[in-house]
């Protein structure tokens, strides 16, 4: 028999894992699972309480720092669970609204439709981190986080059928500082400044966590030692400054915006306006079930307006969306209605219907109705919202719900940009009224095309009978001040039920109705002929955002192959073969 190998040679030895160099993306870092799903959870608890109704605006910061810490662990697939959590906590309470107008299922469904792009958000990010040079830059992730954050969030608003921006961060922060900078980036610079304070409000916490756990001569639960290190290699402990750094660099950027030089001046005369909130007789889906029942409220609801002011001191009487449940050009007795509501008034009406061609389908329409003169000009809804107005995939999603069926005639887009032109007697001209029917106010280049085509002033028919007692109706209106400050345009958001509401170019909520009462408004509105930075940077804010983030993850899948053939070449030299 053979006598055993000396215990000196090498192939005696038992095999040991190759050793992961301090920067391996598989090493275990960040807190438990347990935990990230917890934070990830109360993040998007916490963001949409940031959003109207109780908009307490830096709840965002926090919802977004508590899901950058949420996602510190190193592995792909848990990083979209955590995403996911984090997207669902947020948009089943903000998205609620869907459960009210539609069923359970549909609200479902789109809040883990929105929830999935949160999740490409997790895994992402867990990708782009492994690129050394960011890693080990806490500050840099910061930014980093930001870009991919808002990176997401603009893909969401682009699809898919036409996407859907409800909930972008931007939309939190209209009564806050941070609200102005949309003057000089829109949505985009804004959403990137909210996500850029809680992700240094994440790198300061975190930070101050290590330096206790170092402290305490501990390992950090990201695997470094108490001194920043593994192994002899350093792990990027963080300076001694960073923490203040941090959150100085956070307060800065809340406070910078209020440099921004808001101007709420006219600069091409004032517009007098009435709107009229008709209201319905019950919220929810019965709300247009009785024949010109609606009609009639907003009837009744402009010549009310001849309480506050006398025929022909109105420049033009603003109706909501499907203020008129008829399409008075097609009904005799409602043209005669509206064109002697008009006379009374002595000014134009512009009235929310429905066209439907013969051709099939219907039009969501906002006519310019000159008394004794009838339709002088249109706005047809350009981007229908989907599931609302038309019905994708009708067939296959009636097998999980007979609330495809809600929708009978399926909306057609319109193809003109958002611009009514009124001929205001007074002012002895043409004022190109920008228009953008209900849901339409999310998409920011709507309301820009609109602005770049000469309109003066903003005016936003919606229709929220549908989503009784919730928040849809003040979520819109935050999206109409943040509208205001992007284009420097006075907005007037006119609801059937409410809420409605004057907004002044800077932003300022002037007046406001409640919901589901009859009120009218009148408003001298500043008209102004100046494009702000925001509207001539056009679309560029966000390519640069979205380029940004898909170079941020190319970076780290590049870094991340090229250390796995490293922990691979390793372990074939350390079997005494050769590396690949």
């Known amino acids: 028999m053979a006598a055993p190998a000396p215990l000196t040679d090498p192939a005696s030895r038992p095999a040991s894992p190759p050793r992961r160099p301090a920067t391996d993306p598989q090493a275990p870092s960040g807190v438990s699972r347990l935990v990230a799903v917890l934070l990830a959870v109360v993040g998007g608890l916490v963001t949409d309480a940031a959003f109207p109704d109780r908009g307490w605006w830096p709840a965002a910061f926090a919802g977004v720092a508590l899901l950058f810490v949420a996602l510190r662990r190193d592995d792909a697939r848990w990083g979209a669970l955590v995403g996911l959590a984090w997207g669902l906590a947020f948009f089943l309470p903000h998205l609620y609204w869907a459960n009210e107008a539609t069923d359970t299922v549909p609200w479902v469904a789109l809040s883990v439709m929105e929830a999935c792009f949160v999740a490409v958000l997790g895994a992402g990010w867990v990708w782009a981190r492994r690129w050394p040079w960011l890693r080990a830059r806490p500050a840099a992730q910061a930014v980093a986080f930001a ?48 996500a850029l304070v809680g992700s240094l409000l994440a790198v300061a916490a975190v930070a101050l966590w290590r330096a206790r ?23 990027g402990r963080p300076s001694r400054f960073l923490v203040p750094a941090s959150l100085l660099a956070a307060a800065a950027l809340v406070a910078a915006p209020l440099l921004v030089p808001l101007d709420d001046r006219a600069q091409s005369g004032t517009l007098e306006v ?45 109706w909501p969306e499907n203020g008129s449940d008829l399409d008075p050009q097609e009904a005799r007795d409602v043209a005669a209605a509206i064109d002697d509501a008009a006379t009374e008034v002595d000014a ?53 719900s007979d609330q495809v069926d809600r929708v009978t005639i399926d909306m057609i887009p319109g193809t003109e940009t958002g611009v009514v032109d009124l001929d205001a007697e007074r002012l002895g001209r043409t004022v190109p009224l920008g228009v953008v029917i209900c849901f339409e106010v ?71 109705t409640g919901l589901f009462t009859a009120d009218q408004l009148v408003a001298s509105l500043p008209l102004r002929t100046d494009l702000t930075p925001a509207v001539r940077a056009g679309a560029v804010p966000a390519a640069v955002v979205g380029a940004a983030a898909l170079a941020l993850l190319a970076c780290g899948v590049v870094a991340g192959v090229r250390e796995r053939r490293q922990v691979s070449a390793r372990a074939v030299c350390q079997d005494g073969g050769e590396p690949a």
């Not at 170092?214 to 290699?233: V, Y």
Request: proline share 5%.
């Open 348 to 400: 134009p009406i512009l009235v929310g219907a429905q066209e439907f061609p013969a051709t099939g389908g219907r039009y969501n329409v906002a006519l310019l109705w000159e008394p004794g003169t009838g339709v002088v000009d249109r706005y047809a809804k350009q981007h229908p919202a989907p599931f609302g107005e038309y019905m994708p995939m009708r067939s296959f999603l009636r097998l999980f």
């Open 147 to 194: 870009v991919a954050f808002v990176g997401v969030e603009q893909a969401r608003t682009e699809v898919p059928f036409g996407g859907f921006p409800w909930g972008r961060l931007a939309f939190s922060q209209a009564a806050s500082p941070l609200g102005r900078a949309a003057w000089l980036g829109g949505e985009v610079l804004v959403s990137l400044l909210v």
């Open 442 to 512: 999310a998409y920011e280049e709507l309301v820009r095309d609109a602005v770049t085509s000469g309109a003066e002033v903003l005016v936003v028919p919606t229709n929220n009978a549908s989503f009784g007692y919730t928040a849809e109706s003040t979520q819109q209106l935050a999206m109409s001040q943040l509208r205001a400050i992007a284009t420097g345009r006075a907005t007037v958001q006119v609801s059937t039920v409410g809420v409605s509401g004057v907004i002044a170019p800077d932003g300022e909520l002037l007046q406001r």
């Open 213 to 235: 756990t170092r402290a305490a001569g501990g390992t950090d639960a990201d695997g470094t030692d108490a001194d920043g290190t593994d192994g002899g290699a350093r792990r």
């Open 274 to 318: 009435g709107a009229v909130q008709g209201n319905v007789a019950e919220p929810g889906l019965g709300s247009f079930a009785n024949r010109a029942e609606v009609l009639d409220n907003h009837l009744d609801g402009t010549l009310a307006l001849l309480d506050q002011v006398e025929p022909g001191g109105l420049d033009v009487v603003l």
